[in-house]
């Protein structure tokens, strides 16, 4: 019943023309090949994913190989670079040898061995085929699934898809840790262990000899280690032409009595000389070489230890080859720079000292010294600096202090540290600035009467070396010795010239409070100067009086000086008239002889 049903179903279902028919088979066909090319897709991944694997342990193993190489190698020089260089003592191009083999070598294995196998990547038909051979079951499955799975279109997927899908299937239950061979890399690892191991036993054993020698192994300059070490030699050192020069060395270990120096001169000449103990000092031993004057080379012995060659360099000391001084006065002087002789350094304290230096030779820097009357007592120093890109031009300046510097000398020092001696002294007389002066010219007379409201007519004179700063006037109602006063400051105008002659009327009524009848008048000058670097000067005239009296005793006085200038006068009228008789009677004389 239900056959028949079907039966009847198909023959009542609509036919579908032909062409959609064929394009539906079509669809159904590209969706079958879509499928297995998805499939084919995952496979291949998988197995990239393997061969990946396999790749990167390819690089790992052969990187730890070449470092276990170098390793080895490097352990191996340094045994045998120190066994020979305390046997033998190698020079130091024997050493540099050693070096660039031990090291050269140790990266050359490690870079060939091990990076350059790293950094080569190999191709997926490589792997398969290393897989292959460690695998032998695979039977070329691999290398053949690799390499239909790069191809864009097979002729046959179906057939494909399958080798891919039975490999992959394969290759899941497959273990490929085998695949890449250790027992190289481990062989070397082992190596290089070993020889650590070797090296650091060999340097336990070799206690205090083991450091300079690695240093040694590594180029540096240490004494090859004895029985007796050799440390804290003078070494190279640079001197003066005459210098002495101290040559001292320190031993440990076993100490000898007495040392030896040997030296050998540039031209060939060789001496030697015995190095003494220092008192006081154990395993210190010390020789002065007097007089030096020419380089030469040295080693120290003690005991069975030999130090390395030191070198003296001997070199004429920089002089001076000429001086060019300029003072710079000070500002308040109004005076210009001038050029000065270094004969005739006569300098006025606050000034400033401007030298310009040319040295015999190239100097790294120099020095001014202001020295005192003990030359070796240095009281101010101020540094030379190398102008520009010449190095035997220097500049620089010095402040001439208040007191205590008789002298100058200039120090120099090359570009090797030696310094010149038994430089000129050049003389400075230190000129201080005078304080300035005052005097009262008028009144002429120390006392003058005046009355309450009175104008005394008063002129003075002030003088200084260089420019009178101020004037001020002092005066103080019946004074005592130390009381107070007070002060009046006097215009002096914008030129302050070095003499100043001044005349002013002084209204004593203008005092406050007023002065009463009785009274007497202290006054005096004080004058300042524009000395700002050690002053201000000061200078005092002397103290003059005013005696404040009524008008009738003012007028008593001014009649009683009347009378005195003009019997002054009548006297000079007398004088003068006796002159003139005198005169005559010498005119008129008749010469001695006649009649």
Known sequence: MKMSETIRETEERPRLPRKEMMAMRASVALKADEGERVGLEIAAKEIGRRIGGVRGRVGRVAMWRGLGMALGMICGWLVSETAVDFLVELPWVGRLGFLVIGVGGALGLWGYFGVREWWRRRSDEEVALLVERALPELRSRLIAAVQLAKMAKPSSPGLVGALVAETTQMVGRLSFKGVVATRSMWRWIWVGLVGMLIVVGLGFLGGHRTKPLVRRAFLYGDAVPRQT?????????????????????????????????????????????????????????????????????????????????????????????????????????????????????????????????????????????????????????????????????????????????????????????????????????????????????????????????????????????????????????????????????????????????????????????????????????????????????????????ARIVSDAEKRADLANRLSDTMEGLNGLKRGQEEVNAKLGEIIFEKPSGEK
């Open 229 to 545: 070490m050799i440390e804290d030699v003078t070494g190279d050192r640079v001197i003066a032409i005459g210098d002495d020069l101290g040559i001292g060395a320190t031993a440990r270990g076993i100490v000898p009595w007495k040392g030896r120096l040997r030296v050998k001169t540039v031209a060939g000449k060789a001496s030697e000389f015995e190095l003494g103990g220092v008192e006081g000092k154990a395993g210190r031993f010390h020789r002065v070489l007097q007089s030096v004057q020419e380089p030469f080379e040295y080693r120290v012995l003690l005991g069975d230890a030999v130090s390395e060659v030191f070198r003296v360099k001997v070199k004429p000391r920089p002089a001076v080859a000429s001086v060019e001084c300029e003072q710079i006065w000070p500002k308040y002087t109004g005076i210009g720079a001038q050029r000065r002789a270094l004969g005739d350094l006569k300098l006025l304290v606050g000034s400033r000292l401007v030298l310009k230096v040319k040295a015999s030779t190239a100097v790294k820097f120099g020095e001014i010294r202001l020295v005192g009357v003990e030359r070796d007592k240095v009281v101010v120093r101020s540094p030379l600096v190398i102008k520009g890109e010449d190095a035997t031009q220097l500049s620089g300046e010095v402040l001439i202090p208040k007191e205590g510097v008789t002298g100058m000398t200039l120090r120099l020092v090359d570009e090797d540290g030696v310094e010149s001696r038994g430089a000129a002294v050049y003389h400075i007389n230190l000129v201080t600035d005078t304080a300035p002066t005052v005097k009262i010219i008028w009144p002429d007379r120390r006392e003058i009467l005046m009355t309450r409201e009175g104008t005394a007519l008063i002129s003075f004179e002030a003088k200084d070396d260089y420019g009178v700063g101020k004037v001020r006037l002092n005066y103080a109602v019946d004074w005592v010795e130390g009381g107070a006063f007070k002060t009046t400051e006097l215009e002096m105008g914008a030129v302050l010239p070095k003499v100043i002659t001044k005349r002013f009327d002084w209204k004593v009524g203008a005092i406050v409070p007023r002065v009463v009848e009785g009274s007497v008048i202290d006054y005096w000058f004080e004058v300042t100067d524009l000395n700002d670097i050690t002053g201000p000067g000061r200078g005092v005239s002397e103290h003059y009086q």
